[in-house]
């Protein structure tokens, strides 16, 4: 079984026993036979319109497993250019690590940060972009710096942002916007007075459900359409489902709170979006010195150099984690 999924990722075209037979050193009529067993379990199908046969989600999981053990135990990790970011700002990091993912792989790259509440930072700032519209941008212990903007329910003057941002960096520098939340809500009953408004406007601002949600990037949307594994009928589905993000986005941010720290593998279809069922997700977590923020990976046809594409997965993953951290790069 594991051949014929392989051979059917190279070729993308039914499988037939007189395929396997010589690589198998069995007859084709032996072959035929264990074909039949394997499609009664699930693991095959038969199209209507040829002799060969297809593998089935249920064959793709089980051959995966062999991937990934061969990968543990020899696999060389997949070639990657050196990236030297002009600055460590998280969004151009982002943009340029998800451009050479998407390129190389020649799938859909992503990336999925939890949170900006989970990072320590060194200092903070609140920029009035607009009415009702506010930037904040986060500088870590790591000088890498992430920013996000927001819109909020009080048209908030400019002086007084200012203000909050001096305060949280003076008062909550190396805490995590989590932690200072904690902090400021406690300091509404304690602290005196002339102090309450100041913490009130500041709980309210960090209370907004647009600072507070998960971000989702991607890259190569492109690589799809001109990919000859999906229907072009589904494509324009494909990247509707994507730009809406909030069902993918809500799936990644279960997917994370688990403990696996190994490459997840999930098909589009166990992610509840029915327009990604052709389609398969590869992704790993990276790291804000040794937390978990989120995951960086790709999206693309469910029949893939899944060997190439999980090592490319893993490494990016690790290599953007060391960079994020200060790290020495290992290149």
């Given at each position: 079984m594991n051949c014929l999924v392989k051979i059917y990722v190279d070729t993308h075209k039914p499988v037939g026993s007189g395929q396997l037979a010589p690589i198998v050193s069995l007859s084709p009529a032996t072959v035929r036979k264990d074909l039949q067993q394997l499609e009664s379990y699930g693991f095959l199908f038969k199209p209507a319109t040829s002799s060969g046969r297809v593998p089935t989600n249920r064959a793709l999981k089980f051959y995966l497993r062999k991937v990934m053990e061969d990968l543990d135990n020899h696999s060389e990790p997949a070639d990657m250019p050196v990236i030297e970011p002009r600055s460590f700002d998280f969004n151009s990091l982002s943009d340029?690590?998800?451009?050479?993912?998407?390129?190389?792989?020649?799938?859909?790259?992503?990336?999925?940060?939890?949170?900006?509440?989970?990072?320590?930072?060194?200092?903070?700032?609140?920029?009035?972009?607009?009415?009702?519209?506010?930037?904040?941008?986060?500088?870590?212990?790591?000088?890498?710096?992430?920013s996000k903007i927001f819109t909020t329910i009080e048209n908030y003057p400019e002086p007084d942002l200012r203000e909050w941002g001096n305060i949280l960096s003076a008062d909550f520098r190396g805490r995590t916007l989590h932690n200072t939340f904690k902090k400021i809500r406690n300091r509404l009953f304690k602290e005196k007075e002339k102090y309450k408004k100041i913490y009130k406007e500041l709980y309210n601002l960090l209370s907004n459900e647009d600072l507070m949600t998960a971000e989702l990037f991607f890259k190569g949307t492109v690589n799809i359409l001109d990919s000859d594994l999906v229907n072009p009928q589904k494509v324009k589905r494909v990247v509707e489902a994507l730009e809406e993000k909030v069902a993918l986005t809500n799936f990644l941010n279960d997917i994370l709170r688990n403990g696996k720290s190994t490459p997840n593998i999930v098909f589009g279809s166990d992610t509840g979006i029915s327009d990604l069922e052709d389609f398969i997700l590869i992704f790993s977590k990276f790291y804000y010195s040794k937390y978990p923020i989120g995951n960086i990976g790709i999206i693309g046809p469910k029949f893939m150099p899944y060997p190439y594409a999980i090592s490319n997965v893993e490494r990016f993953s690790s290599y953007f984690s060391q960079i994020l951290s200060h790290k020495p790069l290992e290149v």
């Amino acid at each position: 079984m594991n051949c014929l999924v392989k051979i059917y990722v190279d070729t993308h075209k039914p499988v037939g026993s007189g395929q396997l037979a010589p690589i198998v050193s069995l007859s084709p009529a032996t072959v035929r036979k264990d074909l039949q067993q394997l499609e009664s379990y699930g693991f095959l199908f038969k199209p209507a319109t040829s002799s060969g046969r297809v593998p089935t989600n249920r064959a793709l999981k089980f051959y995966l497993r062999k991937v990934m053990e061969d990968l543990d135990n020899h696999s060389e990790p997949a070639d990657m250019p050196v990236i030297e970011p002009r600055s460590f700002d998280f969004n151009s990091l982002s943009d340029n690590f998800l451009s050479v993912l998407s390129n190389q792989t020649q799938n859909i790259g992503f990336l999925f940060l939890h949170s900006i509440f989970d990072l320590n930072f060194r200092w903070i700032k609140f920029i009035k972009v607009g009415p009702h519209r506010v930037m904040t941008v986060i500088q870590t212990l790591n000088d890498c710096t992430f920013s996000k903007i927001f819109t909020t329910i009080e048209n908030y003057p400019e002086p007084d942002l200012r203000e909050w941002g001096n305060i949280l960096s003076a008062d909550f520098r190396g805490r995590t916007l989590h932690n200072t939340f904690k902090k400021i809500r406690n300091r509404l009953f304690k602290e005196k007075e002339k102090y309450k408004k100041i913490y009130k406007e500041l709980y309210n601002l960090l209370s907004n459900e647009d600072l507070m949600t998960a971000e989702l990037f991607f890259k190569g949307t492109v690589n799809i359409l001109d990919s000859d594994l999906v229907n072009p009928q589904k494509v324009k589905r494909v990247v509707e489902a994507l730009e809406e993000k909030v069902a993918l986005t809500n799936f990644l941010n279960d997917i994370l709170r688990n403990g696996k720290s190994t490459p997840n593998i999930v098909f589009g279809s166990d992610t509840g979006i029915s327009d990604l069922e052709d389609f398969i997700l590869i992704f790993s977590k990276f790291y804000y010195s040794k937390y978990p923020i989120g995951n960086i990976g790709i999206i693309g046809p469910k029949f893939m150099p899944y060997p190439y594409a999980i090592s490319n997965v893993e490494r990016f993953s690790s290599y953007f984690s060391q960079i994020l951290s200060h790290k020495p790069l290992e290149v």
